[in-house]
C-alpha cells in the first residue's frame, strides 16, 4: 500500500453497510452494535454530517462520520481497519475535516473516546485536541469516556472575510 493508492471520498448510501460493520468490529467492540447500517445511512443522507471514507483500490480502509452544527463540530466516529493503520490515513482524514470545519467557520470540534484507548488519546493530541472532561458510564452507562475538543477560533469571534478563489488562467 501507498499513500498514492489511497484516496478520500464521501460516503454513498451502499457504502452504509460496510461502515456500520467496521464500526461494529472496530469501535463498539464490547458495547454493543448502535451504529447499525440504518444510523450510517441516516448520517450519510445529513446535510449538516460528513461521512468521509478511505479506499485502497476500491476497499473501504477507513472512515470518519462528523456532524457540523452552528459553531462546533462533533466527530462521531473515526476507524482505520488494522492492515492500514500508522500509515497517515487517519492523520489524513482528521485533517481534512478539520479544514473542511474551519471554512464552514465552526469554532471547535469534540470527541469522545475510551479513556483506555491510549494510542488514541497521543493520536489526537499530536493533532491539535486537549482532554477536557471525563464522562462516567458514557459508553451503554458502563465505561467512562474521556471529552477532547480542538479549538479552530474563538467561539463568537467575527469569521474572517471570505473572497471568491481565482481560478487558474489556462
Known amino acids: 500500500m501507498t499513500q498514492d493508492s489511497i484516496t478520500l471520498r464521501l460516503a454513498r448510501l451502499f ?8 464500526s461494529r468490529d472496530l469501535i463498539e467492540t464490547g458495547l454493543g452494535w448502535s451504529w447499525h447500517p440504518d444510523r450510517v445511512a441516516k448520517s450519510i443522507r445529513d446535510r ?8 485502497d483500490r476500491e476497499r473501504i480502509v477507513a472512515f470518519a462520520i462528523m456532524h457540523f452544527g452552528d459553531d ?17 490515513i487517519g492523520k489524513r482524514m482528521v485533517q481534512w ?30 493533532l491539535g ?7 462516567p458510564g458514557y459508553y451503554r452507562g458502563r465505561e467512562t469516556a474521556l471529552r477532547m475538543l480542538c479549538i479552530l477560533r474563538e467561539p463568537n469571534a467575527p469569521l474572517p472575510q471570505w473572497q471568491m478563489p481565482r481560478l487558474p488562467r489556462r
Open 15 to 22: 457504502d452504509a453497510k460496510f461502515i456500520a460493520a467496521m
Open 129 to 135: 485536541f486537549s482532554e477536557t472532561a471525563y464522562i
Open 48 to 55: 449538516n454530517t460528513v461521512t468521509l471514507i478511505a479506499e
Open 72 to 88: 462546533c463540530a462533533h466527530l462521531s466516529l473515526l476507524a482505520v481497519r488494522a492492515t492500514h493503520q500508522r500509515q497517515g
Open 97 to 126: 475535516l478539520i479544514e473542511s470545519a474551519r471554512v464552514a467557520g465552526i469554532a471547535t470540534i469534540q470527541l469522545e473516546l475510551r479513556t483506555g484507548n491510549t494510542s488514541a488519546r497521543r493520536f489526537y493530541r499530536a
